[in-house]
């Protein structure tokens, strides 16, 4: 059982970020990889992307708001609260 840099041969970690030096990698978990390792100490995998599901039968259908109309809405809401 390889254990290297904190992690197990398989083990799949999010980046969170990076070191101040720009050296490492920061983990999930808040273990640290060198850069530097890629390929020969660890390597790295793209996520798949996912597409979302399908929304279920008879619900309504997605709503593109131009963002002048999602602030009108948004006043509107707003206005009937403070009527409230």
């Not at 992307?49 to 619900?59: K, L, N, Q, W």
């Not at 963002?67 to 609260?81: H, T």
Request: with cysteine; net charge negative.
């Amino acid at each position: 059982n390889h254990n290297r840099y904190g992690c197990t041969q398989g083990e799949v970690r999010d980046v969170l970020g990076e070191t101040a030096d720009k050296k490492s990698w920061v983990l999930q978990g808040g273990r640290q990889v060198p850069k530097s390792h890629e390929h020969s100490g660890w390597s790295r995998i793209q996520p798949e992307s996912v597409e979302p599901p399908p929304p279920p039968p008879g619900a309504p259908a997605a709503v593109t708001l131009s963002e002048a109309e999602m602030f009108a809405q948004m006043e509107e809401m707003q206005a009937q609260l403070d009527a409230e």
